[in-house]
């Protein structure tokens, strides 16, 4: 039987690429908001002795958490074999530990609710910094998906003589896989973050390499703080506008705009999260990791955690 995968609103587009990918039949998650805030969820798709795939990007975590969880217990009161998630952008990673007295660490409450609320998990280069995979905090198999290859060739395809840039320390993870995989030289920028929305950023060196396009790197871009800044130091610096490519972009407050303000000569993000800035798509690199998890296929660690590469 066909696996039944439904999709978020928002999803409808990636939706489509993945149930051909995985031949899949497709259907939606329906929501309504009450006066009064609430939530009503309806799934448009027969589940009945399906194994079910819910898509939903958890760019707005808070406002989608109790329709995921109302999503995937309906899925199974209406016969669903097992519910499995696909959320490219996976939220809440990074409050990976208490900075502050009192604080909650969030990324670990959080893979507790999905690992409650779903059997199996498919992300996209996940914001792990201090933690070595997804199998600390998650009770369930789960699946790292790379955005590296499709970026890279998009780099490769779109910018002559590549410079690849990391606007912080966090970012040599991507930058570097990705600058291996097009043979093109790379540097990491430092970073001190005062606030949300106030970072400062240095570049090593008093120069950057003559005749390079700068290419600024980040798997996520939230406030784009931390961009900004990077392409205003790389602009004084002379040469080529710098191009931004995002895994994530979440571009809160237009923030893709104030990037081209500051001189970026083009934003672009994966279609991890939707958005008009999407040119690389991730279909491809998704599909063979849902269908080992469709097989029942896991790794013999705690968790499950695989790195899909």
């Known amino acids: 039987m066909k696996p039944l995968l439904l999709a978020f609103a928002?999803?409808?587009?990636?939706?489509?690429?993945?149930?051909?990918?995985?031949?899949?039949?497709?259907?939606?998650?329906?929501?309504?908001?009450?006066?009064?805030?609430?939530?009503?969820?309806?799934?448009?798709?027969?589940?009945?002795?399906?194994?079910?795939?819910?898509l939903c990007s958890l760019r707005d975590?808070?406002?989608?958490?109790?329709?995921?969880?109302?999503?995937?217990?309906?899925?199974?009161?209406?016969g669903a074999r097992r519910v499995g998630l696909v959320a490219p952008y996976l939220a809440y990673?990074?409050?990976?530990?208490?900075?502050?007295?009192?604080?909650?660490?969030?990324?670990?409450?959080?893979?507790?609710?999905?690992?409650?609320?779903f059997d199996w998990l498919v992300t996209v280069d996940p914001h792990l910094h201090r933690r070595a995979s997804l199998a600390e905090?998650?009770?369930?198999?789960?699946r790292r998906v790379s955005a590296m290859p499709p970026v890279a060739e998009w780099i490769r395809a779109n910018v002559a003589a590549p410079l690849l840039i990391g606007p912080d320390e966090e970012s040599r993870q991507w930058v570097q896989e990705a600058a291996a995989r097009i043979q093109a030289p790379f540097v990491v920028l430092a970073k001190h973050r005062r606030g949300d929305r106030d970072v400062e950023v240095s570049?090593?060196?008093?120069?950057?390499?003559?005749?390079?396009?700068p290419v600024l790197l980040d798997d996520i871009a939230a406030s784009g703080g931390t961009?900004?800044?990077?392409?205003?130091?790389?602009?004084?610096?002379?040469?080529?506008d710098p191009v931004c490519v995002v895994v994530?972009?979440?571009?809160?407050?237009?923030?893709?705009?104030?990037?081209?303000?500051?001189?970026?000569?083009?934003?672009?993000?994966?279609?991890?999260?939707?958005?008009?800035?999407?040119?690389?798509?991730l279909a491809a690199e998704?599909?063979?990791?849902?269908?080992?998890?469709?097989?029942?296929?896991?790794?013999?660690?705690?968790?499950?955690d695989v790195d899909a590469r």
């Open 93 to 117: 990673m990074r409050q990976d530990a208490r900075f502050h007295p009192g604080e909650a660490v969030s990324s670990t409450h959080y893979a507790a609710f999905l690992s409650w609320t």
């Open 137 to 142: 905090i998650f009770a369930m198999p789960t």
């Open 227 to 240: 961009l900004i800044q990077a392409v205003s130091r790389v602009r004084r610096l002379g040469g080529a």
């Open 286 to 304: 998704l599909v063979p990791a849902i269908r080992e998890l469709l097989a029942g296929k896991t790794s013999p660690v705690s968790g499950g």
């Open 248 to 281: 994530h972009g979440l571009f809160a407050d237009a923030c893709d705009r104030a990037l081209l303000q500051a001189g970026a000569a083009r934003v672009v993000s994966t279609d991890a999260v939707p958005h008009a800035t999407n040119a690389i798509g």
């Open 61 to 78: 975590p808070d406002d989608l958490a109790l329709p995921l969880l109302f999503a995937a217990r309906t899925a199974r009161e209406l």
């Open 203 to 213: 570049i090593p060196g008093a120069a950057l390499p003559a005749g390079r396009t």
């Open 10 to 54: 928002e999803g409808l587009d990636l939706a489509g690429e993945l149930a051909c990918g995985l031949d899949a039949i497709t259907g939606s998650v329906l929501r309504h908001r009450f006066p009064d805030r609430e939530s009503l969820v309806r799934l448009d798709g027969d589940c009945r002795g399906r194994e079910v795939i819910v």
